[in-house]
């Protein structure tokens, strides 16, 4: 039987693919978020307060002023390239647990490139060299267990976690004993490559530590979609987080793929340092990351590991975080830090059920 016999498959409509699309990619996190709510609204009951006054007061204490506004894009900042690079690799099919550790290393990087360039080198050239010197930490710290994982077998998973103690341990070291500032964990202040907030241009923000650095994450974010879905590089890196065998058997190098993709991961979350090293404090601390790098994984899951759900989770997950401060006086700000918990798990619960119940009902529909 030749090829031309065999009975065509029939043409799916654009319209329709477009619809199954965006079905499988909303519902399940609106599904995973309304069962987030319901049972925040459970907890809040149980300590004797009112849902609406308590998330009013969340809303107010975030959204509701331009200072509290400030506060959440400045943590979305930090999440938002956290996010991208566990996004990144989980669309590679690998694990990087190591952001933490490329976000510190990345702030340590640009602080040291600050504090090297004189005080009067042009800003613009000073960030572009603080935030290449950010990538390129990162990006180290990243590609270690990728070529781990390709040349050795070793799993990145355990690589990143062991690789998070070495760098942390290693800065502090390195910053308690050679850069500190008499009586303090952080380095001096840089002379150069420092970022300005929003509130020296816009007094409404109120001395928040938002900054112009959430320009570079939303670029990176739309830099990360045209890498994924616009070029034969980005093609292959999905191919392979799909399926490695059919994607080695067609030519791609798997372990090239994991490797580039861990060290891109990696510089993606080590230019997330710039927000705190360039754009708030102007020096490096010890422990500025403050979990951002663990929370980047919810952020990627609940934004689908796509580089506009990243955008999104990263906006609700610090509002959430901006909105703990403020909910405070009615219930205790640890109800913040379960229900993000409660938002992973029913994101992790729910997509796959949400998912089979709408190829279900397509089937018999058709």
């Not at 058997?249 to 230019?271: D, E, H, K």
């Amino acid at each position: 039987m030749t090829t031309s016999a065999l009975p065509a498959s029939p043409a799916r409509p654009r319209g329709a693919a477009f619809r199954t699309t965006l079905e499988e990619t909303l519902l399940p996190p609106v599904v995973a978020l309304l069962i987030a709510l319901v049972i925040g609204d459970l907890l809040i009951l149980s300590f004797g307060q009112s849902p609406a006054a308590v998330y009013r007061l969340l809303l107010e204490g975030t959204w509701g002023n331009s200072y509290g506004a400030g506060q959440v894009l400045y943590k979305a900042t930090t999440l938002t390239f956290t996010g991208l690079a566990v996004a990144l690799g989980l669309r590679a099919g690998v694990f990087n647990i190591g952001a933490e550790s490329q976000l510190a290393a990345g702030g340590f990087a640009a602080a040291l490139a600050g504090l090297w360039l004189p005080a009067g080198f042009p800003t613009i050239i000073a960030v572009v060299v603080c935030l290449l010197a950010a990538a390129l930490a990162g990006g180290l710290c990243g590609a270690i267990p990728g070529v781990m994982k390709a040349r050795f077998g070793a799993h990145e998973v355990i690589v990143t976690i062991m690789l998070n103690f070495i760098v942390l341990a290693l800065l502090n070291y390195v910053v308690a004993a050679k850069l500190h500032v008499p009586e303090t964990l952080h380095t001096p202040e840089i002379r150069a490559g420092a970022v300005s907030r929003l509130a020296d241009q816009f007094g409404a923000f109120h001395g928040s530590a938002a900054n112009w650095t959430m320009l570079a994450a939303l670029l990176a974010a739309a830099c990360m979609a045209f890498y994924l879905f616009r070029t034969r590089r980005g093609y292959e890196l999905r191919a392979v987080g799909l399926q490695p065998e059919a994607a080695e058997f067609g030519g791609v190098s798997v372990g090239g793929v994991w490797i580039r993709a861990l060290a891109v991961s990696g510089a993606i979350a080590g230019m997330g340092g710039i927000n705190y090293v360039l754009g708030y404090k102007h020096y490096y601390e010890e422990g500025f990351a403050g979990g951002a790098g663990f929370l980047g994984i919810a952020v990627a899951l609940v934004g689908r590991n796509h580089p506009a759900g990243v955008v999104v989770a990263a906006l609700l997950f610090a509002t959430l975080s901006q909105g703990g401060l403020a909910i405070h006086a009615l219930v205790p700000k640890q109800m913040v830090e379960v229900l993000q918990a409660i938002v992973i798990l029913a994101v992790a619960v729910s997509v796959p059920e949400v998912r089979r119940l709408l190829r279900a009902s397509r089937r018999v529909e058709a």
